[in-house]
């Protein structure tokens, strides 16, 4: 699709532009894919720029801009006058602007009513304004090269043995909210990392989102269980948990979600302070309340600050 589908008449003389506490300018009318241009070479040179997109407007002593965003645009009317006999564009802007737009002609107010109306809401979003737009300044750096995960992962060389960079999400296909790659334990091969996505909401398994070097607690973050009505299980998922924690360890559950809603989540086993120095592995749930209280099971639950805990076994 091309924008000049959508522009009936690209240029139009003598057209006076009026805003209110603002005085009138009068000069050519320029419609674009992206802008309507208001140009006067008169002895102040002024020139207005109305944007569909954004609304912008500066002024100097012969300058003057307005920029008018796609969704900005509320609606339009039209009408002519009996005084004069001109035809009278008004555009109805969402932040309460108006703007109206004096022609000669009714068939030119009426080609430009069409082309604004259909240029604001054009429904692909790889036509709006943001995909043809060139910066004209020089930008200080990257900001996709800024925070690279394998520059961040130098950063954990004290557990370099025990973790892994993996790049199973390069393509975003196991997981679109996660980087393309992301820490797991080294013991972990990529097609478990898989299966176990496959079992977490919206593919978010398990990695690495803290260490701590004294102590060597990790903190981990990942989506709740598709464990479904039948409570089902998923021994990859299990392995990701269980190679963390270790042998002969428990592990504990931090349920952010309203009580409400961790009570129906959580697992058999007692209730321990989350405050302890103990060797335990910690599972912080942030979903909301609601999802949290159907995914507890059987068990006790404890509120440590605000935050729902549980133990797992």
């Avoid at 000069?27 to 109305?50: A, D, M, P």
């Avoid at 002609?105 to 069409?114: E, I, N």
Wanted: hydrophobic letters at 35%; charged letters at 25%.
């Amino acid at each position: 699709m091309e924008f000049a589908e959508f522009i009936k008449t690209p240029t139009v003389e003598n057209v006076c532009m009026k805003r209110p506490f603002t005085k009138s300018v009068t000069g050519t009318l320029c419609i674009t894919g992206h802008h309507v241009i208001l140009s006067s070479r008169s002895e102040n040179h002024e020139e207005l720029w109305v944007r569909h997109h954004v609304i912008l407007s500066s002024r100097s002593e012969n300058h003057e801009e307005l920029w008018l965003l796609h969704s900005a645009i509320d609606s339009t009317e039209k009408k002519m006058t009996q005084s004069n006999g001109k035809y009278i564009l008004i555009l109805r802007c969402k932040d309460l602007q108006m703007i109206e737009l004096e022609f000669n002609g009714g068939d030119d107010c009426l080609d430009v009513a069409s082309s604004i109306e259909k240029l604001s809401h054009v429904d692909d979003i790889s036509l709006k304004y943001p995909f043809f737009y060139r910066a004209g300044f020089e930008p200080l750096e990257d900001g996709w090269q800024a925070f690279l995960p394998e520059n961040e992962y130098t950063r954990f060389k004290d557990c370099s043995e025990e973790w892994r960079l993996s790049y199973v999400n390069k393509d975003y296909k196991v997981c679109a909210s996660y980087p393309h790659a992301v820490i797991v334990p080294k013991s972990i091969d990529d097609e478990t990392v898989i299966k176990a996505s496959q079992f977490r909401q919206n593919g978010r398994f398990p990695v690495l989102s803290y260490y701590h070097r004294q102590t060597k607690a990790v903190m981990m973050r990942c989506s709740q269980p598709l464990t479904g009505m039948n409570n089902k299980r998923c021994k990859e998922d299990e392995r990701m948990v269980n190679s963390v924690m270790g042998r002969g360890n428990k592990g504990y559950i931090i349920d952010t979600r309203s009580p409400s809603a961790a009570k129906s989540a959580q697992n058999k086993g007692m209730i321990k302070s989350v405050m302890g120095r103990d060797n335990k592995g910690y599972i912080i749930d942030t979903r909301s309340p609601s999802a949290a209280k159907s995914a507890q099971n059987k068990g006790m639950v404890k509120s440590v600050m605000g935050v729902t805990t549980k133990v797992i076994s």
